[in-house]
């Protein structure tokens, strides 16, 4: 495989950049592999990247309905953090922190990751109570987190809402320097790349259209492009998971639910922070492009309407600009809307099924992005191992009928409830 | 935003409306012995399909009744509406 | 400075009126009615801006909604905003606007290095290094990028314009008054339909503006104005300018943005600067028109390169000269229209058209005219760097492949026209799976998903012949099934010069030995090659090479590049363009304000504020307040110098010793009324309710189904079948909807009613062993003794002339009343209670030592009812009733809840007595372990206990029933605090309820 970097760029470009390769070849599919991924997302692409790097397993597919990186991979405000007060959710989500920060030089793949640090506002003594108890459970466990009161966050973010009109003031903030955001179609093209590289056949426009279960035991899946053979088989579609669990008779702990987003037109750099207002569901961070990206509420109601809905957007810049007022002067360039898979505590599932071989990731809710590296990691030794790792054994599809929850927002079963 | 004929009160904007879920949901029956999976069904376990949705709202900011709407979730079109008591065909 | 390229007369401007303004800090003067871009342009200012990544100079494009290049900084009335079209922004007195992107001017930017390092700088170069080394990413080469990136410069001063915003429900809701929508809306008026006509250019009429049309012995734009003026008289029109419908959202809501006051020098009192208007049309007409494509060729970002339709309304609508030798270069008959306008008014043109032989109308009266016409020649390649200075011209075969020999020919624009691009956004947008239309090599609305019907240009009907028929027709029978009325129109006689067939060809080779940069995309720099490139990585998804490119994700939105983007990739992947598919068109169709869009919700009415009746009186008496959802709650009085900690010690101890009296409006109120209420209240508890007697409150805690504790509260019973529910101020909606919600799906066969009564009854809380002295002064005339009003008993009483509810309970242990009156007698009630009061040294004591209280009692809130917990967490089992069902029992039965090592709430006091512990911090066994240190428990509450004046803590803790006496360490490494501490009893001060009950 070629590598990227400065020389070779350089080199290229004295022959009009007209040799590089494929990024990944379009192969049809063969007729069984060992594993079989289906969706081409960022989850989906990782496992494979893992199932080959740490694992051996090479031949093995990923299955994409449409285009890779189409989902929610690339459709997300980018925000990578470990800011969670669960152990099982914070303790993934760090083993995953330390895999993006080597991520641009272990996928030879410029992801862009940028620690630039998350502060969540607080705008009540209890919020700051909540917050420190969110912050302190997050020290205990190795990660980063600082307290800030109302004026060490107007050092970091002086173009917040100081003022005397406002609200819901200012007490202060939880920050997670280390959090951060990364280039989010360079993480899905990344590890495809090598994934491609080490073996693994990459299936583009392939869509499922039934599983091979015999005696309980998977053997294989039904494809738009024909049937395939498969030893195992993982399924990796957030947003779709229920679509694909109904033709497993399978119903599970998930609604299929609407994410709001938005970007500014792009300005010149103004906020270095990722920023969530405590006082509702807004957060905001900047692109290297300039763009402000933005984000905040569900449409309220199951959905697989990809699409923006401005009554939703309405409300989200009302708590951004209550937040940070220069906001209104920006205008707004793109919305579209993310298909979530709500699970019913708020927390996702790596998980074995009750049908042998086939493997279930799902239930990302609003933080896939982020778990991108760590899903697929734990993900891929689930299905080499055929048993969870310590990593997601905590993320388990039994949690609901044993009472385990991992409920971060204590909101409960009523996903749509942002 | 949705517009939903609410069959108390006639069309009206979302806003004025609360969501409420699968409206094919049935809880057991109080007082009966009810298994771990009947159970797990009604409290967690949800189809949620892409297309037609039989769901609750309640028209809460108008005569907070709870409704029966059949929505498609991929393009929102509502087919009908129906009151709380009826039966859904 | 005269205006150089101002023609003597014609344009729609004003030239008794001339306003000053400044560019770049140089003084230039303009007429009302100009854009900044028309003056700009009438001063002989090409040079605008730089572009996005390789900084290379930016001209005008377009005139309107499409422009990509001509970004500006405006500075208005003080304010400065980012990031606005210079083609769009009208000219008013004293305007002033600069360069974006570029340093230190637009005229010498060091970031133009870029261009000539731009070989280095593919598409994607970005992903291929900057990797080394690991941390240079972050701290060298991303905050070198974004310096360079982004546009103009965003104030961080608070916005001070108002935006407003307005709902509208109409018959017709038109979008744009080009000839199909003013044809339309006529006849829908005429029918009696309320009829809404927007148009987003300050002047209306569209096309017919710059077009050379008779429509029935009248100019286009006669015809126009006499239609304007007729449905401006019509009391069923709503017209409006400067208004853009940008979105088309479901069931037929869309969305206009109404500049207000962005066309002058400042916003008018009492005015918005912006209005949004959320329409719900029974019918949507899109009369959007077309946008003119680009022919790409070498260096066509230019500045001097534009639009040939735009070079036509700057001299038809501005009486501006973009050039005065241009050149024309043309697949079609619309540069021609270009090319005799140039001749009408002296300037000589030369056309190049890409077409061997074409023939029609317009060509003919060129030619009479004398235009030097050049068939089957191309521009190969502009030349000049910050202005055209003249164009590598070539012949080209006849299958477009070969290209002649290379002439140059001086000009000083170049006025492109590649065909006209339908705009279709709208219909797009509600759902309609656009095709392709061959004839013209673009999309158009398929079959309708909503109400929407697409006309004229829009609909890729070119003719205004047609245009007008299909228009008329359609606004009159689509108002005809609204108002069942039928007005017959007479369409008018049209008088079009014919046109013939355009030339499919929209990208110019290059030629041997040259490397041009094509561009696509003007704003973000998208050249052939960078396309070329993507596909050849791999990247061949319509949305990967957009990503992977940034192909038509600028402040423009592609609306002169994404035709050409799919044009280039179908060619190189070898297929046609619809099955390349093009990317799906969401709103907003132009960006739009965010202040617009978020109106009067700002600054302090960012959400609604709920206030008791008795605020005032809190006000005047320094209490400070704390937000409490929405409502506002006294925290604490404020005496001298206090601080929160003295005051609530000082309000709670008076409470314990003598009495107080608190503010509990804000507690959540549902009366319940029905034979079949008791029943009710014993399945939505998890306590008994059937025996509960007239007279009589009792605490009960509710469930979700899954088991976790909603909420909790005290309801009494007033009479046989009325019953009074309390709820916590939090949950107070939720509750309501949750009993809703059972009896009119779950239990229909229960005959209750519930209704909200939290704003019908103002209560305080009447705490403290003064308590009954100061009731029984209040109410003279009612037994307020233990047997009299036992503990949970309720009676009714008469206060000062005021019927007030007295329940006897109590959330801060002590001997405790609370007394309600309807709201408008809150205010009596509480000067009552504290003038009586005062003889038993009453005060007014707010949240926070209510908190103290409850918590040294051992009482649970909201820190631990937080939505993860179920009874036995909270120490409340003992309600569970075993005997009956209720909401969420089956969940309790879950293995992880009956654990025997389940979490469970524990008091917890530091060793040394002293040491207050942080809410939030963690139970641990052993302060120096490795991390992850396992967790034991967390802090839910922490106070002064002023029973025994030493701080006291609540948690909730794995196993908290066998940890009574182990000593542990509370830690929160966020405050640098390790606290020994002993685990105790969750009720801390008067376990055995003794007070409440005295």
Redesign the interface.
């Known amino acids: 495989m070629q590598k ?3 020389f ?3 080199k290229n ?2 022959s ?3 040799n ?7 192969p049809t599919p063969k007729e069984e592999y060992d594993v079989v991924i289906i969706g081409g997302g960022g989850h989906g692409l990782a496992t494979a990247y893992y199932l080959a790097k740490e694992h051996n397993i090479t031949n093995v597919a990923i299955i994409e309905k ?2 890779i ?2 989902g929610n991979v ?1 459709r997300n405000t980018t925000i990578i953090r470990s800011n969670y007060m669960h ?1 099982e959710n914070g ?1 993934f989500s760090e083993f995953g922190m330390d895999l993006w920060r ?1 991520m ?2 272990d996928l ?3 992801v ?5 640090g998350i502060i969540n506002l607080a ?4 919020q700051m ?9 997050m ?4 990660i980063d ?3 800030l009161n109302r004026e060490q966050v107007r050092e970091i973010i ?2 917040a ?1 100081f ?1 005397e ?4 003031p200012i007490f202060g903030g939880l920050m997670q320097p280390s959090a ?1 955001t990364a ?1 989010h ?2 993480v899905a ?2 590890y495809a790349r090598q994934a491609d590289s080490m073996g693994v056949d990459i299936i ?1 426009n392939c869509e499922v259209t039934g599983f091979d279960v015999v005696a309980g035991k998977i053997k294989g899946i039904r494809t738009s492009r024909g049937n395939i053979k498969a030893k195992k088989v993982g399924i990796c579609v957030a947003g779709s998971t229920n679509i694909l669990a109904e033709k497993l008779n399978m119903t599970l702990p998930i609604e299929t639910h609407l994410l709001q987003a938005c970007v ?7 906020l270095d922070n990722v920023v969530t207002f405590g ?2 569901h807004f957060y905001v961070s ?1 692109s ?3 763009e402000m990206v933005m984000g905040g509420d569900l449409d309220g109601y199951n959905s697989y309407a990809q ?5 939703t ?2 409300h989200v ?6 937040m940070m ?12 809307g993310g298909i979530m898979d709500m699970s ?1 505590d708020g927390s996702p599932i790596i998980d074995k099924t009750h049908i042998e071989g086939l493997y279930l990731n799902c239930g990302w809710c609003y933080g896939g992005f982020k778990a991108t590296p760590a899903s697929g990691w734990t993900f891929a030794h689930t299905i080499a191992q055929d048993r969870v790792h310590e990593l997601n054994a905590g993320y388990s599809l039994n949690r609901f ?5 991992i ?1 971060e ?5 009523k996903t749509w409830i942002s | ?3 939903i004929n609410c069959p108390h009160c006639g069309m009206r ?1 979302q806003n004025e409306f ?1 969501y ?1 879920g699968d409206a094919s949901v049935k ?2 029956e ?2 009966k012995e ?1 298994s771990d999976q009947e ?1 797990d069904d ?3 376990n949800r189809k949620s399909l892409r297309g037609k949705h039989l769901e ?1 709202w ?1 028209h ?1 900011s108008g005569c ?3 409704i029966k709407v059949e929505r498609d979730t991929a ?2 079109e ?1 087919f009908r509406t129906f009151k ?2 009826e039966e859904v065909a | 400075m005269t205006q150089a390229f101002r023609i003597n007369n014609g344009g729609l401007v004003n030239r008794e009126k001339k306003l000053s303004f400044k560019f770049n800090g140089k003084s230039y003067f303009g007429y009302e009615g100009d854009t900044l871009a028309s003056a700009l342009l009438a001063n002989g200012v090409h040079l605008v801006g730089r572009s ?1 990544k390789y900084h290379r100079p930016r001209g005008f494009f377009g005139a309107g909604v499409d422009e990509p290049y001509a970004i500006v900084q405006l500075y208005r009335n003080g ?5 606005i079209k210079a083609t769009e922004q009208e000219l008013f007195e004293g305007l002033e606007a600069k360069s974006v992107n570029c340093w230190p001017s637009v005229n010498f930017d060091i970031g133009a290095i870029n261009n000539f390092l731009k ?2 700088l ?1 598409a994607g ?8 080394p ?1 941390s240079f ?2 701290r060298i080469y ?2 070198f ?3 360079a ?11 001070n ?1 108002r ?1 407003e915003h307005k709902y509208e429900y109409c018959d017709l809701l038109i979008a744009g008054s080009g000839p199909s929508g003013l044809s339309s809306a006529y006849a829908a008026a005429k029918n009696g339909a309320k009829v809404i006509l927007a148009e987003d250019k300050p002047r209306f009429g569209g096309s017919l503006l710059t077009s050379d049309v008779n429509i029935g012995n009248q100019s286009g734009k006669d015809w126009a104005e006499g239609i304007i003026a007729e449905l401006k008289t019509m009391p069923n029109v709503l017209i409006k300018n400067r208004s853009q419908i940008f ?1 088309y ?5 869309l ?1 206009m943005s109404e500049k207000v006051s962005d066309h002058l020098p400042s916003t008018k009192k009492y005015h918005p600067n912006k209005r949004l208007w ?1 329409i ?1 049309a029974k019918e949507v007409l899109i009369s959007s028109g077309s946008i003119e494509r680009p022919i790409v060729f070498g260096n066509n970002d230019t500045p001097g390169v534009m639009l040939s339709s735009a070079a036509k309304e700057y001299l038809k609508v501005y009486g501006v000269l973009v050039g005065r030798k241009p050149l024309v270069f043309t697949n079609n008959d619309s540069g021609y229209e270009t090319a005799i306008e140039f001749k009408k008014h002296g300037v000589d043109p030369v056309v190049l058209d890409t077409r061997k032989n074409p023939v029609s109308e317009i060509i003919d009266e060129a030619k009479n005219l004398g235009i030097n016409i050049k068939n089957s020649y191309v521009v190969v390649a502009a030349q000049g760097y910050k202005k055209v200075k003249s164009a590598d011209i070539a012949s080209i075969s006849e299958d477009k492949k070969q290209l002649g020999e290379i002439e140059n020919l001086q000009c000083d624009c170049i006025c492109v026209s590649g065909f006209w691009t339908p705009t279709i956004h709208l219909a797009s947008q509600s ?1 309609n799976k656009t095709k392709f239309k061959e004839e013209i090599d673009a999309f158009v609305p398929g079959v309708s ?1 909503q109400n929407e019907t697409t006309l004229g240009a829009a609909n890729g009907v070119f003719t205004l012949d047609e245009t007008l028929k299909t228009s008329f027709k359609a606004g009159s029978e689509l108002s005809k099934k609204l108002t069942e009325k039928d007005y017959e129109i007479a369409i008018p006689n049209v008088v079009e010069k014919k046109s013939s067939q355009h030339d499919k060809f929209w990208c110019v080779p290059l030629p041997k030995g040259k ?1 041009y940069k094509r561009f696509l995309d003007f704003q973000n720099d998208v050249a052939v ?1 960078d396309i070329e ?1 993507a596909l ?6 319509i ?2 090479v957009k ?2 490119t ?1 192909l038509g ?1 600028a ?1 423009d ?1 592609g609306k002169t590049s994404n035709l050409n983007g799919l044009q280039l990739v179908s060619e190189i992947e070898n297929k046609v363009v619809p099955a390349v598919g093009h990317t ?1 068109f ?3 169709y132009t ?5 617009a ?3 009067r ?7 609604p ?1 709920r206030k008791s009746p008795m605020h005032e009186w809190h006000e005047k008496n320094n209490a400070v307040f ?2 409490a959802g929405v409502w506002l709650r006294p925290r604490y009085y404020k005496r001298g110098d206090e601080n929160l900690f003295e005051a609530s010690k000082r309000e709670a101890k008076n409470v314990r010793s003598n009495v107080g009296v608190c503010d509990v409006t804000t507690l959540g109120k549902i009366d319940i009324k029905g034979p079949d209420s008791a029943e009710l209240l014993n ?1 939505v508890y998890t306590n008994a309710w059937l025996k509960l007697p007239v007279g009589k409150a009792r605490y009960g805690v509710m469930l ?5 504790v909603m909420d909790d509260g005290t309801t009494t019973r007033i009479s046989e079948n009325h019953y009074h529910m309390t709820t916590t101020t939090a949950q107070a909606a939720n509750v309501l ?1 949750h009993l ?2 059972y009896l ?3 239990w ?1 066969e229960l005959n209750v009613n519930v209704v909200s009564t939290t704003e019908q009854w103002a209560g305080a809380a009447i705490a403290g062993p003064k308590s009954r002295d100061l009731l029984q002064k209040l109410f003279p005339n009612s037994d307020v003794s233990n047997e009299g009003l036992p503990f949970m008993g309720y009676m009714e009483g008469d206060l000062f002339g005021a019927k007030a509810r007295i329940f006897r309970i109590s959330f801060s242990g002590e001997l405790a009343y609370e007394v309600n009156v309807e709201s408008d007698y809150g205010n009596l009630m509480w000067e009552k209670i504290l003038e009586v009061g005062e003889e038993f040294n009453i005060q007014p004591y707010g949240t926070e030592a209510l908190s103290t209280l409850r918590i040294e009692m051992g009482h649970v809130a ?2 631990e009812l ?3 917990t179920i009874p036995y967490d909270n120490a409340l089992e003992g309600l569970v009733s075993k005997k ?2 209720f909401i969420g029992k ?2 309790l039965q ?4 009956t654990a025997e090592d389940r979490q469970r709430i524990v008091g917890v006091v530091p060793l040394d007595k002293q040491t207050s512990i ?5 139970l ?1 066994k052993d302060d120096k372990a490795q ?3 396992p ?1 034991l428990g ?2 839910s509450a922490s106070c002064w206990s002023v029973e025994y004046d030493n701080p006291f803590s609540l948690a909730i803790m794995k196993d908290g029933k066998n940890m009574i006496g182990q000593k542990l360490f509370a ?5 640098n605090k390790v606290i020994p501490v002993e685990i105790v009893s969750s009720h801390y001060v008067d376990p055995k309820g003794e007070r409440v009950r005295s």
Not at chain 3, 249 to 253: A, L, T
């Open positions: 990227y970097s400065i070779n760029l350089v470009a004295f009009n950049h007209e590089w390769d494929l990024a990944w070849k379009d449409g285009w990186g189409g690339g152990d303790l080597k641009s030089q030879n793949y410029n862009m990751f940028s620690p630039r705008h009540s003594d209890a109570n909540a917050y420190a108890r969110r912050g302190n459970s020290r205990l466990n190795g987190a600082v307290l002086p173009m809402d003022s009109n406002v609200r819901f951060g280039r179609d360079a093209w990344g583009q500014s037109e792009p300005v010149k750099p103004v006082a509702g900047q290297d492009k300039g699409r923006g809905n401005l009554p957007l309405q810049l009302t708590e951004g600009i209550a007022p220069f906001l209104s002067k920006l205008k707004m360039l793109r919305t579209w019913m009928s044993t009472g385990n929850l409920d927002k204590g909101l409960g079963t | 935003m949705l517009y904007s609360s409420g809880r057991p109080l007082n009810v159970w009604f409290v967690y609750l309640q809460i907070r009744q709870w393009t929102h509502i709380a008591d | 996005f304010e400065t905003e980012p990031n070989i280095f593919p170069f970005y992903y291929k290094t900057f990797m080394w690991k990413w972050y991303e905050p990028i974004r310096k990136a982004g546009l103009g410069v965003a104030s961080t001063k608070h916005d314009e935006y979105g959202y479901d069931h037929n809501m969305v959320y719900r759902g998903k490397n090659s490139i050849r990585e791999g990247y061949r998804s949305e990967h990503r992977y940034t994700m402040t939105q799906t969401r709103p907003p960006p739009v304000s965010i202040g869009i978020v109106g919700e700002v600054g302090k009415h960012s959400k504020t704390v937000d399945r979700r189904e899954d088991g976790i909807s809703e919600y009119q799906l779950v229909p909201g820190s937080d939505g993860r009956k069902d089956r969940s879950r293995s992880a809840f942080p809410e939030g911090s963690h641990v991390l992850p240190n967790k967390h802090i830690m929160s490494p966020l405050k």
